[in-house]
């Protein structure tokens, strides 16, 4: 039952570095979307995908890029690395709108350091 | 004003205890509401939707107050294994349907 993973699970970048953080699942789910957790604040959508082929933009995008070539992967690429990206990220799916079931299947989280 | 605001706690209670977190938002055109746990260094996990009616699963209660914009969670009989954060989640419904906006979470912990 893998769900959801994530991979860095940890990483360390120089300031200017560039990385992808891979996201995969294999529930057959349709949307898939970035988020990034901050301390003292709630999670913040970064991007998010409806099927493969199509992505769009949630409340914070600059400075991130993501693709979704299948079903199952949702990168996540950092270019030019700043350390206001300093975060927690995680990966999540859901089969189709969660407007009344709400539920979220999300990664382990991947712990980024941009120093 | 946030979008969806709670009180950080931390909330330090004996087991058997009530407790009751309360979750307030600000758009109110929000179509859904929701409860998520988040166990320290891990990742949110459903613990609860919240229906307008009121709705109770086992020792977990949820209210929610359209008018008032406010949601809450009781939890009932407090268990050592109910300390995590809760995060109350929104979802606002502006990006395709399917915009959640997370509270930055309310602390718990159940001490023996």
């Known amino acids: 039952n893998a769900g959801v993973t994530q991979t860095p699970k940890f990483r360390i970048l120089k300031i200017g570095q560039s990385m992808t953080l891979q996201c995969t699942q294999d529930?057959?789910?349709?949307?898939m979307y970035w988020y990034r957790q901050d301390p003292g604040m709630g999670l913040k959508l970064i991007y998010y995908?409806?099927?493969?082929?199509?992505?769009d933009k949630g409340e914070v995008p600059n400075g991130y890029n993501v693709s979704r070539s299948t079903t199952e992967d949702f990168p996540l690429r950092l270019e030019l690395a700043a350390p206001s990206q300093t975060s927690v990220y995680f990966c999540?799916?859901?089969?189709?709108?969660?407007?009344?079931?709400?539920?979220?299947?999300f990664g382990e989280g991947s712990r980024l350091t941009v120093l | 004003r946030k979008e969806v605001e709670q009180d950080p706690g931390p909330f330090n209670v004996p087991e058997g205890a009530t407790v009751a977190f309360n979750c307030t938002y600000s758009n109110s055109a929000s179509q859904s509401f929701f409860w998520y746990r988040q166990d320290c260094r891990k990742e949110p996990k459903l613990l609860m939707s919240v229906y307008s009616s009121g709705n109770e699963d086992g020792r977990f209660t949820a209210q929610l107050n359209r008018a008032s914009q406010y949601i809450s969670l009781l939890i009932r009989d407090s268990k050592l294994s109910d300390s995590a954060t809760y995060l109350c989640v929104v979802n606002i419904g502006l990006y395709n349907n399917n915009d959640m906006r997370f509270g930055a979470g309310t602390r718990l912990t159940v001490k023996p």
């Open positions: 999540a799916s859901s089969y189709a709108r969660v407007t009344h079931t709400g539920e979220l299947f």
């Open positions: 529930m057959n789910h349709n949307y």
């Open positions: 995908s409806v099927g493969a082929g199509i992505t």
